[in-house]
């Protein structure tokens, strides 16, 4: 059987290889957004296309001709929507769930196939690696099974896609926030945590919350604006 896995970074190198292995099914990766045609697709003739990590819209061609698999970092409906692990973290919620839902019209609002558990404790970087190996276990179980997804129910509650600007931590006064905040952001690609001054600015990571605050590293640049 033929599938298709679209991914839009390196977070998992070991996917493909695992998947193969584990199910004895053919692996396609597209790993560019160019790369996500109905043409491509009709070459291939995946079973499913999933999308473990994927940055970009899946247009309706794709996701009306080919059965898709997103993999979303909320219990959807609660989440629907961008920045999932940083909209967790910023309103205290540690544990969530990792949700395998067919793509359709409306923003992560088709049924769901399966659920499973994801602590958010740790580095972002550290919690992206649970997660994709958690995806991994769904996705090939999905390969066995065939599961027929089933609509959602419950409250929507839709979050925004986090900004650069919000990675600012000038304004919290809690230490607790300040350690999560340099925590969620402490991955490869995203917008460190950061304080500003009129000429400089300090981007944070690898922290650690003591009894009697923050330890974290600190890089220290010339702010753009203020650059020669």
């Known amino acids: 059987m033929e599938y298709a896995v679209a991914v839009s970074s390196n977070w998992h190198p070991a996917l493909l290889d695992n998947l193969r292995?584990?199910?004895k099914g053919k692996f396609h990766l597209i790993d560019r957004k160019g790369d996500l045609t109905v043409e491509r697709l009709s070459e291939i003739k995946p079973r499913y296309v999933f999308f473990p990590h994927w940055s970009y819209i899946i247009r309706p061609p794709v996701h009306d001709n080919f059965e898709c698999v997103i993999f979303h970092m909320t219990d959807v409906p609660f989440g629907r929507g961008g920045s999932p692990l940083q909209n967790l973290v910023s309103r205290g919620i540690y544990e969530t769930k990792i949700t395998a839902l067919r793509c359709e019209q409306g923003l992560d609002a088709g049924p769901v196939y399966m659920?499973?558990?994801l602590s958010l404790f740790g580095t972002?970087?550290?919690i992206y690696m649970r997660a994709g190996l958690i995806i991994e276990d769904m996705i090939a179980t999905i390969v066995h099974e065939e599961p027929v997804p089933?609509?959602?129910t419950g409250e929507v509650v839709e979050f925004p896609r986090r900004t650069r600007e919000q990675s600012d931590i000038s304004g919290l006064s809690d230490l607790d926030k300040v350690f999560d905040y340099i925590r969620m952001l402490d991955a490869d690609g995203y917008p460190?945590?950061?304080l500003e001054t009129e000429h400089l600015r300090f981007e944070f990571q690898r922290a650690s919350r003591r009894l009697d605050g923050v330890v974290a590293d600190v890089?220290?640049?010339v702010r753009k604006d203020d650059a020669k």
């Open 21 to 23: 292995s584990r199910t």
């Open 115 to 117: 659920k499973r558990p």
């Open 124 to 126: 972002a970087q550290e």
């Open 150 to 152: 089933v609509p959602q």
């Open 192 to 194: 460190r945590a950061f």
């Open 219 to 221: 890089k220290i640049t």
